[in-house]
């Protein structure tokens, strides 16, 4: 089956600094890399997703990149403020099912 | 809609005692989904459905852990006997399903289940 890897698990960074955070992935099937963000307390939400026919994609501050051959994928937050401090999460959709195999998360600081 | 729906949001019981956790998922989504949260594993997938059908009940932990769907509106997750490693929050997500594409999966608030 798919295997997920995420790094760093914690990252901080000062109030407008950028953040990287990086994910591999096993199976070379997968074909869709969603990432959800997950505040203290709630539920996961999807902030952007790309496909394998797409190598980046950006939404305002937020983008990711997607090197099918090496396969992994990474999210880029910019200008980053206090309240992108959060859990995030990298997925993967195992070949033709519908299921996601999600990475171990990374929680994300922004200081002040 | 009121997004995917579950019940009770939090839940303590002690070792033994049978729990069961209950979801609603959007009305019209086609595929639910159980997920586990822990500091130690994260979010892991217990079990999916499609259609009301289970597909894939390979991380699902143990025998002691079961799920049904009986209808399109409705799934439980059941535990029993259960144990203190059990805590955690449970998840339940639903999606849409376009014929050749990945669809968002909507996650419903959580169960914080707490074993003593």
């Known amino acids: 089956g798919e295997n997920v890897e995420q790094h760093p698990s914690t990252l901080s960074v000062q109030e407008g600094d950028s953040a990287v955070i990086k994910c591999t992935y096993s199976?070379?099937?997968?074909?869709?890399f969603p990432w959800y963000k997950q505040e203290l307390g709630k539920r996961p939400q999807l902030i952007i997703d790309i496909r394998s026919n797409v190598g980046e994609k950006k939404d305002q501050r937020i983008a990711v990149t997607l090197n099918k051959t090496a396969k992994h994928f990474s999210l880029h937050i910019t200008e980053t403020q206090p309240e992108d401090s959060a859990v995030y999460f990298c997925a993967a959709s195992s070949g033709g099912a519908n299921n996601l195999f999600f990475g171990t998360g990374t929680r994300l600081t922004v200081i002040p | 809609d009121a997004g995917v729906i579950q019940s009770p949001r939090h839940e303590v019981t002690e070792m033994g005692q049978e729990v069961t956790l209950r979801c609603k998922p959007i009305?019209?989504?086609?595929?639910l989904f159980w997920y586990r949260q822990t500091m130690m594993r994260g979010l892991e997938l217990l079990i999916y459905?499609?259609?009301?059908?289970?597909?894939?009940d390979s991380g699902m932990p143990e025998d002691r852990f079961s799920a049904k769907m009986p209808n399109a509106s409705f799934s439980t997750l059941k535990i029993q006997p259960s144990e203190p490693r059990d805590s955690a929050v449970y998840f339940c997500?639903?999606?849409?399903?376009?014929?050749?594409?990945?669809?968002?999966?909507?996650f419903g608030p959580g169960t914080r289940l707490t074993v003593l």
């Open positions: 997500a639903s999606s849409p399903h376009e014929r050749g594409s990945y669809n968002e999966q909507f």
């Open positions: 459905f499609n259609n009301n059908v289970p597909i894939d």
């Open positions: 199976d070379s099937a997968s074909n869709y």
């Open positions: 009305s019209g989504h086609d595929y």
